[in-house]
C-alpha cells in the first residue's frame, strides 16, 4: 500500500466551480501535511501547509482529519489558472531509518475549462 | 535568492554510462532529498540526507549513489545508465525531517538512450 495515496483524475470542471480534492497516508505518525502545486514540467510549489484546525488562503481551504488520515483540499471559484497537478505530501519515515522525510501523493490533476 | 540549484537541466546519456547530478542550496536545511518523477507519477524517493554525513535509501534507490559533500550540497550519482532511468529527477531541500516547507530545484530532463 502507498504511504500517499490520491485520486489521479483527471478533473474537468467549469470556471467557477468548487472542487475538491483528498488523499489518505497510512501512517499515523506522520507530524506535517502540505499541498503543493505542480504546473506541467515544473518543479513542484508549496500551496499551502494543512493544519489540525483546517486554514484557509483565499479560495484555498485545507482540512486534516488525523482520526481518519485523510488530508483534503478544497477550491471555490476555479480560475483557468488553477489548472495545475496538485501534490499530496506528508512527512512520513523513510522505509527502515526511523527517520523522516516528505513523501509525496501520486497528484490529482485538475483542468479548469472555460 | 537562489535557493535550490540543480545542474544540469537536460541530459541525454547512452546506456552504461555514468554522470552526476549536482544540487546545492543556500538556505541552511539540514534535510535534502533526491526524486524521480515518471509520466503520470508523483514524486518517488530516491535518497535522503537528514544532515551533513547522514544518508539513506528511499523508495527506488538502485542504480543510484549519493554523497552529501557537506551541508550545502547533495549530489546523485549513476553508475552504469540504463534506459529505465529516463525520468525527470528534483533535488529538493527542507528544514529537519519536512517539517516545514521544501524548496525544489528547477529538475533535470534525463534520457538514457
Known amino acids: 500500500r502507498k504511504e500517499v495515496e490520491q485520486d489521479p483524475g483527471p478533473f474537468n470542471v467549469p470556471e467557477g466551480a468548487t472542487v475538491a480534492f483528498n488523499c489518505t497516508y497510512s501512517?499515523?505518525?506522520?507530524?506535517?501535511f502540505f499541498w503543493y502545486r505542480q504546473d506541467c514540467r515544473k518543479e513542484p510549489k508549496l500551496l499551502m501547509s494543512?493544519?489540525?484546525s483546517g486554514n484557509e488562503d483565499g479560495r484555498f481551504t485545507a482540512q486534516l482529519n488525523r482520526a481518519s488520515q485523510y488530508i483534503s483540499l478544497l477550491i471555490r471559484d476555479s480560475k483557468l489558472s488553477d489548472s495545475a497537478t496538485y501534490l499530496c505530501?506528508?512527512?512520513?519515515?523513510?522505509?527502515?531509518?526511523?527517520?523522516?522525510?516528505?513523501?509525496f501523493g501520486s497528484g490529482t490533476r485538475l483542468q479548469v475549462q472555460p | 535568492n537562489a535557493g535550490v540549484t540543480q545542474t544540469p537541466k537536460f541530459q541525454v546519456l547512452k546506456t552504461g554510462q555514468s554522470m552526476t547530478l549536482q544540487c546545492a542550496q543556500d538556505?541552511?536545511?539540514?534535510?535534502m532529498y533526491w526524486y524521480r518523477q515518471d509520466p503520470g507519477m508523483g514524486l518517488r524517493l530516491i535518497y535522503y540526507s537528514a544532515s551533513e554525513g547522514t544518508t539513506d535509501k528511499g523508495e527506488v534507490p538502485n542504480g543510484y549513489n549519493v554523497s552529501r559533500l557537506n551541508k550545502r550540497e547533495f549530489s546523485l550519482r549513476l553508475e552504469s545508465a540504463a534506459p529505465s532511468q529516463t525520468s525527470v529527477y528534483f533535488c529538493?531541500?527542507?528544514?529537519?525531517?519536512?517539517?516545514?516547507?521544501?524548496?525544489f530545484g528547477q529538475g533535470t530532463r534525463l534520457t538514457v538512450v
Open positions: 538556505m541552511n536545511h539540514n534535510s
Open positions: 529538493a531541500s527542507s528544514e529537519e525531517g519536512g517539517s516545514t516547507e521544501a524548496f
Open positions: 494543512v493544519y489540525s
Open positions: 501512517n499515523s505518525a506522520s507530524q506535517s
Open positions: 505530501v506528508v512527512n512520513g519515515l523513510v522505509m527502515d531509518t526511523g527517520r523522516r522525510a516528505l513523501t
